[in-house]
């Protein structure tokens, strides 16, 4: 991981070139460093970054939490569809701030009410309320949880609930889509478990991403989701 520092305006960006994954604390350092010194105005510049993994996404996250507790902004800038979908599996699309051009990530710090929504959805997601059971596929545990799906695309869900596993465990999902007279049953793998402080409004709860999951069932999925946001009634 190489990065390069410019100022502009009194806002740092750096420039990521390589793999955002478990060996990039030179990330954290840096922003580290930043925010000692009192920068704390900052652009992540992912244009030339390959590849972000689960550790490269908690090594955003300790930067991202870093520059809050020092009362700065944090924006991200040329993230990659892939990163995106991940960011909204585990419901951080709606914490961090997603540019697609330098100009509008330098610009919304001079802006008093920077617009939420400017993170738009490359990927399909439904924000919804579905109950979901689910447990460990290594069979050590044959207890059942019950959890509630709060967002569901084609990639995972995000499920809602005081009964978390660590990244990476494998489980078995199952849950109903309304109208739909059969169960759904899917594998899924943990990729993010909530963080408290800069997530409070989704803790307890861990995202997961499904694993073999058959065109068929992406279909339903995809097809179910499609509908719903079709009628759904768009704001004035």
């Avoid at 400017?118 to 990927?123: D, N, P, T, V, W």
Wanted: hydrophobic fraction near 40%; avoid cysteine; aromatic fraction near 10%.
């Amino acid at each position: 991981m190489a990065i390069r520092i410019r100022e502009l305006n009194n806002i740092s960006i750096l420039d990521l070139d390589g793999r955002i994954d478990i060996n990039s604390s030179d990330i954290i350092e840096t922003v580290g460093w930043l925010t000692t010194t009192g920068m704390v105005n900052i652009i992540l510049n992912l244009e030339n970054v390959d590849m972000v993994d689960y550790s490269g996404l908690s090594v955003l996250a300790i930067a991202y939490k870093n520059v809050t507790n020092h009362k700065g902004r944090i924006k991200f800038l040329h993230v990659g569809l892939g990163v995106v979908e991940l960011l909204k599996v585990v419901k951080l699309d709606a914490v961090f701030e997603i540019y697609s051009d330098e100009e509008s990530a330098v610009s919304s710090f001079y802006r008093e009410d920077v617009d939420k929504a400017r993170l738009r959805r490359k990927f399909k997601r439904l924000d919804i309320h579905l109950v979901v059971k689910y447990r460990m596929t290594d069979g050590k545990s044959a207890k059942i949880f019950d959890g509630q799906v709060l967002n569901i695309s084609a990639a995972g869900i995000y499920i809602y609930t005081p009964y978390t596993f660590p990244v990476n465990t494998m489980l078995d999902l199952e849950f109903n889509l309304p109208d739909k007279p059969f169960s759904l049953e899917a594998g899924g793998r943990v990729v993010w478990v909530t963080d408290k402080e800069i997530q409070p409004h989704h803790y307890p709860g861990m995202g997961a991403s499904f694993m073999h999951l058959t065109p068929e069932k992406e279909k339903t999925i995809i097809d179910f989701i499609d509908k719903n946001i079709t009628h759904r009634a768009e704001p004035f």
